[in-house]
């Protein structure tokens, strides 16, 4: 009751007369001039997306703003855990959200007074709201039906929306919040004017506060799965927290290799591997949208980078792929060996523990990486429409193993050079080296490990010249135990500033 008191006040005095006015304008703009019954001009003001576009997402932006920061750590010790605290502020934005949806209400019934009834979908010739209401009246019986839906839906979507900015405040900060949520703004400002972004099945805050934007089966259901996968993540980070700590994944367990995961598996670097994945797939998929089968579309979308020449956006393409998960173990190994407490270090029973538990965690993370490649790979079929053939699954089963084994064994490389000179930066540029030999000639290169995932060097289906996909998997796996073999027998001696 005291989150709810303090998030109805701030709203109700802060920002309900200025949404109290733009309410009023817009409704009897509206008004003027209509030859809509009552009930059917209740629907085209609550259904018009330039008034809910640009005027009420940025006011409930701009309202969530105000409290959407943790509270005093005084109100917060009151609550059991970091967690209830966060739920129950969650469930008291509830109450804010339906007070301005309630103001809304309110303003369009009393600007609608005295137009005559009639709860019907006919309309008079050359009505302005005609073309929507055509497709409304195939989902919903009357017009108060859909009224009471629209303003369902958009209570729920403002509901969720005060949610996804505390969560965002809790992860990105203030400032990072705020970059976030106008990056996001500006998707749903210009989705409606670009007709190729309203085929994109991403969920922008227009979909989440306006009903017939996701109308239709498939929108639908993408809407649902966004908000519901949202949800779920908003309420597993926030669970099992100290409670005035900065909000990052629970805890994995105790041990030396839980203590390393719990540093690797941070939000921002999940962020940035489903990033690269999201960015370079869907770059592929738009720019190359009519490759015929499912098959082709995965080697399209592992090509990568050949050999014997230089193509700079292929190339660049394929540092970031490869060189993404590897530059945050670099990152990772820098602050984690280097900077490691001392306690941390008694309690690892052996260098060859604190060894192996660093491959462990690094081979989790590179693991998770290519579940994600994975995942986009399947996500990609399905949007593009292409049938899911047992050699379609095999073709991307062998291509993400094959990119698991080239980024494990660049990461080995650079955990070997760093064992050897302790400098990181020596390791991430020796593999970045190391994927600049593609450019030599074919004969050569095509054996060349760094950047072997690449289908264009390998001689799939008589599509591309190279060696095959068993001969490049074999040249992976060898040296990744050669290395291996080293690192345990003489590298792990190396781990704590000891000489060989």
């Known amino acids: ?68 920061e943790d509270d005093s750590e005084i ?9 209830s605290y966060f739920c129950r502020k969650w469930l008291a934005a509830g109450a804010a959200a339906a007070a301005v949806l309630g103001v809304q209400t309110g303003v369009v019934l009393l600007a609608g007074a005295g137009l005559a009834g009639g709860n019907r979908w006919a309309l008079s010739e050359g009505t302005a709201v005609s073309e929507l209401f055509s497709v409304l009246e195939l989902y919903f019986k009357n017009p108060v039906s859909a ?18 900015c505390m969560w965002l405040d809790r992860v990105a900060g203030s ?51 966004t908000a519901g996968l949202l949800a779920m993540i908003i309420l597993w980070t926030a669970c099992d927290r100290r409670r005035f700590g900065p909000l990052s994944l629970p805890a994995f367990g105790r041990g030396l290799v839980p203590y390393y995961m719990r540093k690797l598996f941070s939000i921002r670097n999940l962020a940035v591997l489903c990033a690269v994945a999201a960015l370079i797939a869907g770059y592929k998929g738009l720019a190359y949208p009519d490759e015929c089968t499912a098959e082709d579309w995965v080697l399209l979308l592992f090509s990568g980078h050949g050999t014997g020449y230089l193509h700079i956006l292929s190339f660049l393409e394929m540092l970031i792929v490869n ?15 280097r900077g490691q407490p001392l306690f941390v270090t008694i309690r690892a029973a052996g260098r060859r523990n604190m060894l192996t538990a660093l491959w462990k965690a690094g081979f989790l993370f590179l693991f998770l990486y290519c579940v994600i490649w994975f995942l986009g790979g399947l996500l990609g079929m399905k949007l593009l429409g292409y049938e899911l053939t047992a050699h379609a699954w095999k073709c991307l089963a062998g291509s993400v193993g094959l990119k698991f084994c080239d980024v494990l064994f660049q990461y080995l490389v650079m955990f070997t050079i760093y ?82």
């Open 1 to 68: 009751m005291m989150l709810v008191r303090s998030h109805v006040r701030l709203t109700l005095r802060q920002k309900l007369p200025v949404f109290l006015a733009g309410c009023l304008i817009f409704s009897l703009s509206c008004r003027l001039h209509t030859r809509l019954t009552f009930e059917q001009y209740l629907l085209s003001v609550v259904s018009d997306h330039y008034y809910l576009i640009y005027f009420v997402i940025p006011m409930a932006l701009l309202t969530y703003y105000s409290w959407m």
């Open 175 to 225: 400032r990072g919040a705020v970059r976030i949520l106008m990056g996001l703004y500006a998707l749903a400002a210009v989705w409606i004017k670009i007709p190729g972004l309203q085929g994109i099945p991403v969920t922008g805050l227009n979909h989440l506060l306006i009903l017939h934007h996701s109308l239709g089966l498939g929108r639908l259901a993408v809407t649902v799965a």
């Open 323 to 337: 060189g993404a998960p590897v530059y945050l173990l670099a990152a990772f190994m820098e602050e984690t060996v």
């Open 147 to 164: 009224f009471a839906a629209y303003t369902m839906y958009q209570l729920a979507g403002t509901w969720f929306l005060a949610g996804l």
């Open 75 to 83: 109100a917060i010790v009151r609550f059991p855990s970091y967690y």
């Open 419 to 500: 064992l050897c000179t302790k400098q990181i930066t020596a390791g991430f540029l020796a593999i970045l080296g190391g994927n600049f030999l593609c450019i030599l000639p074919s004969g050569f290169a095509s054996y060349c490990p760094f950047g072997l995932s690449s289908t264009v060097r390998l001689g799939t289906a008589g599509l591309y010249p190279g060696i095959t996909f068993l001969i490049a998997f074999d040249i992976q796996i060898l040296l990744i135990l050669l290395l291996g073999a080293w690192n345990l027998k003489y590298g792990w001696r190396r781990l704590l500033n000891q000489p060989l």
